[in-house]
């Protein structure tokens, strides 16, 4: 309900608050590609000098492409894990009438609000001991599992939108459950899978806490851990150049985000992520 | 093939919602489990079809018992009221899911679908999708793909309540000329009598987990073993009065009227409280009567009229005539009741 | 069972295995760990037995007997059948073995010398000086340097060395020379003991109820109202932008922040044409430090508040509004008497969620000043962090960072547990339909 009225103040109030964020984001690009002497702000050249990383290693860093690649596993193999396990555990907590089917699902929702990076040193000490650390399977185990509860619950919610008719009327037609949840109700929920499986790559394009404590090695680095680095290492901060490598970083979120706009506000929305 | 379903109990949680249930449907025989809801209908139907755990008793088809058996081996055919095509299939893909589970060859379940939807006057139907059917199209892939499997029993629940009146008049004679064309044992569960009596052999009337009657539609409307069932069939209903027995006939409360009982009631001892069942139709209005009381209602049938009464005491009688323009309402009128076709009940309900 | 269950059970065990492993035994572990000296020192896995110099120095303080302590630190020579063998195997002559067995069978010799000097005078003996001393080698035997993998190892190597101890003396060097972690209490005692712990809780309370109240509620209840009073277009733009950090990698988003306040940065250009000294904005005060803290976590936990609370308003029937608008309420009326009391929930929902996450995450933090500077903006979390997993002594203490942890564990744990109790659970476990 637009009401005109009076919305002239809001909207500059509005602009003042968000004048950090979006100047941050227009330098974001600007930077990467323009050539500012010191001491001011808007460049007066184009360069592609801040985008040399693409062909170059850093000194001492790993190869972009090749971290770039351990990213992608990372991030892909988290979502395959997520979906394929939530889409079978959502399903028969949603409709197998199981034994102690209310003790998991009680477990499910509290785990899904459970702040999972307090036990960031446990697992660490656990990946030491089962020889996991380091590794990206090790860090990818992690990762899918610690979005398991929050997979499965979403999951859970869609096929609960499923009617019971059309499984009643799959089982009756002869099918077996599998065949029901296959070819049946599966289709009914590839909205909920597409948004399940953007919403877990995103988290896992992103993620910088795992990564950096469970597998910080060159060999095994993600672009997360990589700009992380850089920044740290480095005291005269180049930001140009760290801006391009993280300009590199987000086009693939940005994109995502642009097709799945509406999909994931519902999942960020419902209360699960801080 | 013959249903039998023998002492079959259901509980959920604590709850007994259906107590050693009774009930046989004949080869052939189509049959209406009629209740309101809640009764328990749907909850019969889903044991027959498998799908309920059965707690006690049995059932059989045939002469096999099939109460452990998985819903997938019973080879039940069944059309839900929502009809649950599967929306991501065209109607073919619908119709032949049945015999594709089974991995029947590609040339039969071809042959067999287009048998079938002939049958169903839906062949040239079958490239669309579910939501770009109507619902007497959507109701008619519903039960062929019941029906592709040849399966030995049919249930129906409520399968007419989604469509609109002129079509449920349609698909009423559609479902039982299938029925009759194909022979199968069907149980038609629904809340509406209409329904039940104008598709149904029988009638197994249900309430509250409990079968009150089986009978034919005719004879159960004619004898219904208690008020209730008298009260569920026909429409408009039945009109109750409550009074006592004096002298071999019936004393309206309030009122100093008495009616003559109709035959094999007259030996009621006195001061017996009874309730007597009065359908609209047997319902006359006289010049003079037993009964007197002002018109209170008059709703228009268009070829019938149907008239409240509300009599001297208070009680409410309904008649139904074809329509004439000499009674209004707030006009005193006088009935004459067709004596041997009262209902005559006991204070609890039960038929005398 | 029927079919349909085993398949429940079928789907359920991935999930059930990946949880159990990788969620809930870190969370059973951190409690044990939380009871461990596990460090860099110790390890993880078992420990073995080692005596070092100073283990020995170490107990001779704790009053062991001088001279216990340095004949264990002595290098001894024995002759017996597993040193004759080792030797053997290494290659010494069979000649000069077998003499020496003979001769000297069982004896032990103090001093290399005393050894060499023996050797030589065998028959048999090595032919040169190098071969003298390497053959030599072989029957060395001392119990400082070498790690046994099992406590009954070391008490053979005590036994054999000669070396004379009370059995109070062994007990105390076998439990001095434990290389691998212990139990113990320590870590609980040291945790609520230190006033390190004081300040933590401190910064902690400061940055999670300056960021919730701020931002996280507040703020995000600014931004839902207005925008919910703003043409679509407006109101889209100004989501969109709040909702920007949220779907930024939390590297690169603090990289943006650090752009913005560094003294090469923003801030600095922007008030150097005022004459303003360029520093680093972000670091150079405590104050500083905390304001982008804030600014920084505020920014990102915005979002969820607006979400929430833009759905929540948008849920109210209109014609509350319409009817208010006749009554002639101002918009500011509107908020307090429709809007802000339909979003009690809401708002209690935001609050206790985002009281738990601010709680525990670290990670912004962490990116931004890493508890600088000083330590005054270390937070639990992050002070878990860098007990266990990183800081500059380089001795990462896992079991203290546990117990550290173990704190934050604990309240989630309360907390999630009461999520069961505000969400509707009875409603989320509606029977199955489907019974078979």
């Known amino acids: 309900m637009p009401r005109a009225r009076g919305s002239g103040i809001i909207v500059a109030l509005l602009a003042a608050a968000s004048a950090p964020l979006v100047l941050m984001y227009v330098f974001l690009v600007i930077e990467t590609v323009g050539e500012a002497p010191p001491g001011q702000l808007l460049p007066d050249g184009f360069t592609l000098e801040n985008w040399r990383f693409l062909w170059e290693d850093l000194p001492g860093k790993a190869n972009i492409w090749a971290v770039t690649l351990n990213t992608f596993i990372f991030a892909s193999a988290t979502t395959v894990i997520v979906l394929a396990v939530s889409s079978t555990a959502g399903y028969a907590l949603s409709r ?86 296959r070819r049946l109700i599966l289709p009914q929920v590839t909205p909920g899978i597409l948004a399940l499986g953007v919403f877990s790559f995103l988290a896992g394009w992103s993620e910088f806490i795992l990564p950096q404590v469970l597998a910080p090695d060159n060999k095994v680095q993600v672009l997360s851990v990589y700009l992380a680095g850089l920044i740290a290492d480095d005291y005269d901060l180049n930001f140009a150049l760290f801006k391009s490598i993280g300009l590199f970083y987000v086009i693939p979120v940005v994109i995502l985000y642009l097709f799945f706009q509406d999909k994931l506000m519902n999942i960020y929305g419902g209360g699960t992520k801080g | 093939m013959r249903i039998l379903i023998e002492n079959f109990t259901k509980r959920f949680g604590a709850d007994t919602v259906i107590d050693a249930m009774n009930l046989e449907v004949a080869d052939g025989e189509m049959l209406a489990l009629l209740g309101p809801s809640g009764c328990g209908k749907s909850t019969t139907l889903f044991a027959v079809c498998g799908l309920h755990v059965v707690d006690d008793g049995r059932i ?95 249930l129906l629940d409520e399968p007419l309540a989604n ?91 309030g009122s100093t009227a008495g009616i003559d009982l109709p035959g094999g009631c007259e030996a009621l001892e006195d001061g017996r409280e009874i309730r007597l069942g009065v359908r609209p139709e047997h319902v006359r209005p006289a010049d003079s009567g037993p009964l007197s009381g002002k018109v209170s209602f008059v709703e228009t049938h268009g070829r019938e009229n149907l008239y409240d009464v509300t009599l001297n005491g208070g ?38 | 069972m029927t079919p349909g269950k085993w398949l429940g059970v079928l789907f359920l065990m991935p999930a059930t295995l990946f949880v159990v492993v990788f969620f809930l035994s870190p969370v059973l572990l951190t409690a044990v760990f939380a009871f461990t000296s596990m460090s860099t020192a110790t390890g993880v896995g078992e ?92 029957f060395e035997t001392s119990v400082l340097n070498r790690t046994f993998g099992q406590r009954e190892d070391l008490l053979a190597a005590l036994a054999a060395s000669g070396v004379r101890l009370s059995d109070e003396d062994r007990e105390r060097l076998v439990d001095a020379s434990y290389t691998g972690w212990t139990w113990t209490t320590d870590n609980l005692r040291r945790m609520f003991g230190t006033a390190d712990t004081a300040q933590v809780l401190a910064n902690t309370l400061i940055y999670v109820f ?48 650090k752009w913005f306040a560094w003294d090469t940065g923003f801030l600095s250009t922007v008030l150097g044409w005022f004459g303003v000294a360029s520093r680093n904005w972000m670091l150079d005060t405590a104050f500083n430090a905390w304001v982008f803290v804030v600014l ?27 009817a208010s608008e006749v009554d002639g309420a101002s918009r500011w009326q509107q908020v307090r008497r429709i809007i802000l009391p339909q979003l009690r929930w809401p708002i209690l929902f935001v609050t206790s969620y985002q009281t738990l996450s601010l709680l525990t995450s670290f990670e912004y933090i962490l990116l931004a000043t890493d508890g600088g500077p000083g330590s005054t903006t270390e937070v639990w979390s992050l002070a878990a962090y860098h007990t266990a997993l990183n800081n500059y002594a380089g001795n990462l203490q896992y079991g203290y960072g546990a117990a550290l942890a173990l704190v934050l564990v604990i309240i989630g744990v309360v907390l999630s547990l009461l999520y069961l109790r505000i969400f509707n659970f009875d409603a989320l476990v509606a029977r199955p339909r489907i019974e078979t």
């Open chain 3, 296 to 322: 920084i976590n505020g920014f990102v936990g915005a979002s969820m508040g607006m979400i929430i609370f833009s759905s929540a308003i948008r849920a109210i029937p209109e014609p509350l509004f319409w």
């Open chain 1, 96 to 181: 197998i009438n199981l034994p102690f089917r209310a003790y998991f699902l009680a477990g499910v929702l509290v785990l899904h609000a459970f702040p999972t990076v307090t036990l960031i040193i446990a697992i660490f000490l656990v990946l030491q001991m089962i020889g996991l650390y380091n590794t990206l399977t090790g860090v990818i185990l992690v990762k899918a599992s610690l979005e398991l509860p929050l997979g499965i619950w979403i999951m859970k919610g869609f096929y609960d939108t499923v009617p019971w008719e059309i499984e009643m009327a799959g089982v009756q037609d002869g099918a077996s459950r599998f065949t029901v949840w």
């Open chain 2, 60 to 154: 059989l088809f045939g002469d096999e018992d099939v109460t452990g058996w998985s819903p997938q081996r019973r080879n039940v055919g069944v059309v839900f009221q929502s009809y649950a095509l599967y929306p991501h299939m065209n109607v073919f893909d619908n119709v032949a899911f049945p015999l594709q589970v089974k991995r029947e060859p590609g040339p039969a379940i071809r042959r067999r679908v287009s048998e079938i939807t002939a049958m169903l006057e839906i062949e040239h139907l079958l490239e669309r999708l579910p939501a770009h059917l109507s619902g007497g199209q959507q109701q008619r892939v519903a039960l062929a793909r019941a029906l592709i499997r040849r399966p030995g029993v049919l």
């Open chain 3, 210 to 257: 300056v960021t919730l109240i701020l931002f996280n509620t507040g703020f995000a209840l600014v931004l839902a109202i207005t925008t919910f009073y703003l043409p679509t277009t407006e109101a889209a733009v100004f989501r969109g932008i709040w909702f920007l950090p949220r779907i930024t990698p939390p590297v690169l988003y603090v990289l943006l922040w």
């Open chain 3, 47 to 138: 420990g073995g037995y080692l005596i070092t110099p100073s283990t020995l120095h170490r107990l001779a303080e704790r009053g062991m007997d001088r001279s216990t302590a340095e004949s264990l630190g002595a290098t001894t020579y024995l002759v017996n059948p597993e040193t004759l063998s080792r030797a053997r195997a290494a290659g010494v002559a069979a000649a000069t073995l077998d003499e020496l067995g003979q001769r000297h069978a069982g004896k032990s010799f103090d001093g290399r010398r005393g050894f060499e000097r023996a050797l030589k005078s065998l028959n048999n003996r090595p032919r040169s000086v190098r071969a003298l001393k390497q053959a030599a080698r072989h």
């Open chain 2, 315 to 352: 009680q409410v009688l309904r008649s139904i005539q074809p329509v004439r323009g000499d009674i209004a309402p707030g006009q005193t009128v006088h009935c004459r009741l067709d004596t041997d076709k009262l209902l005559v009940f006991d204070r609890e309900g039960t038929r005398l």
């Open chain 2, 163 to 253: 469509l609109d009146a002129r079509l449920r008049l349609d698909m009423r004679s559609e479902i039982r000329r299938l029925q009759r064309e194909t022979g199968i044992t069907a149980i038609l569960v629904t809340h509406d009598q209409v329904e039940a009596m104008s598709m149904c052999d029988r009638i197994a009337i249900m309430d509250r987990g409990h079968v009150h009657q089986i009978a034919s539609p005719a004879d159960m409307y004619r004898n219904p073993v208690s008020t209730f069932v008298a009260g569920f069939l026909g429409n408009p209903p039945i009109a109750f009065l409550s009074g006592r027995v004096r002298g071999g006939r019936f004393w309206l409360d």
